[in-house]
């Protein structure tokens, strides 16, 4: 990795290797989320509503799993052109809106949190920005507590976000955050010794064009951060599928030149995905198993990580990724830190 602030991904890397120390705060100062989530509680909502964009999208994507397994409740992920295109007045009394956004200042998700309020939803942001048009417009706040984040491609901010959302969600249910209170040493852990193997990898993977990545569960949301970490930083062509999905027709497009990328850590999601792979397997494909789980499934190479509960795993997964993103731009001769045609904050109407 390198040290040069000058040099290709000089700033993805240090914001992924900031990333435990990062986590160790949160969960040191996480009584203010734990203060929100007791007065949620006080009125429990009947639905929760999710809305976010970019891997921020795939945070919600979490967060669904999480309040649907943990809390019981239904879960829906946001269509913000149904408010800002077609200006639909849907009811949404009793409903939690939680709005997921580092910048808190797309326009589109400003509006969908405002007009939502309005329709009787309570609302809830999740940002890594004080002060935020969308703080203002929201009810309660969460802050990530990432800092500024310099490298368009979001590494560091990706995994404040999922660890305030479980935070978020185990108080909810009257936890006490025990599955994670080591999870900021398990993440240096993971970095230091996935370094070796991601080094390999990207001699394997240099002059690949095609990509799959493929998970269950919890672990399907780190498949699609994993697909856009890849397709922004490497410009590859990659898509993303639930495992289920995967054999659902588009396992006919796998073979030899396909590099399968699948996350598979211990627990349902991971035994979920021993069919998925062995069908893959039989296409040819390449398969690269990351996980706790991963010497369950079929796989032609393997990042094995330490366990956890299966639900805060993909608090871990996504950092070899990470730094498979970053490795195989810089060999591929490719700035991840400014990829073309991207800028750090989108803003989508």
Request: hydrophobic content about 40%.
């Amino acid at each position: 990795m390198t040290t040069d602030d000058n040099a290709p991904g000089a700033r993805m890397a240090a914001e992924i290797a900031e990333q435990p120390g990062l986590l160790a705060g949160i969960i040191n100062e996480r009584q203010e989320i734990t203060d929100i989530a007791a007065e949620i509680t006080v009125e429990p909502p009947r639905f929760v509503l999710l809305a976010a964009r970019g891997s921020s999208d795939h945070a919600a994507m979490y967060a669904k799993y999480l309040i649907e397994v943990l809390l019981e409740l239904p879960v829906g992920l946001v269509s913000p052109s149904v408010t800002t295109l077609y200006e639909a007045q849907v009811n949404l009394h009793g409903v939690l809106l939680v709005t997921v956004s580092q910048s808190g200042a797309s326009p589109d998700l400003l509006r969908v949190t405002e007009t939502a309020r309005e329709r009787g939803a309570r609302t809830l942001a999740l940002t890594n920005t004080p002060g935020s048009p969308l703080t203002e417009a929201s009810e309660l706040t969460v802050l990530i507590r990432a800092g500024e984040e310099r490298a368009v491609a979001a590494t560091k901010s990706y995994t404040c976000t999922l660890l305030a959302l479980y935070l978020l969600v185990d108080a909810m249910r009257g936890g006490d955050a025990r599955h994670v209170r080591e999870i900021a040493a398990t993440a240096e852990d993971t970095l230091s010794r996935c370094g070796g193997t991601v080094e390999h990898l990207v001699d394997r993977y240099r002059f690949v064009d095609r990509v799959v990545t493929t998970a269950r569960g919890y672990s399907y949301p780190s498949a699609s951060e994993a697909a856009l970490k890849l397709s922004e930083t490497s410009y590859l062509a990659v898509r993303a599928y639930s495992g289920a999905d995967l054999l659902h027709g588009p396992v006919a497009t796998i073979d030899p030149e396909t590099a399968v990328l699948s996350l598979a850590s211990e627990g349902n999601g991971a035994r979920a995905m021993h069919q998925v792979l062995d069908t893959v397997a039989t296409r040819g494909a390449d398969i690269l198993a990351i996980g706790s789980g991963a010497s369950e499934v079929p796989a032609n190479n393997r990042i094995h990580l330490d366990r956890t509960a299966e639900e805060v795993a993909p608090l871990l997964e996504i950092l070899p990724v990470q730094r498979l993103a970053l490795d195989l731009a810089i060999a591929r001769g490719e700035d991840p830190d400014q990829p073309r045609g991207l800028a750090k904050i989108t803003k989508t109407l």
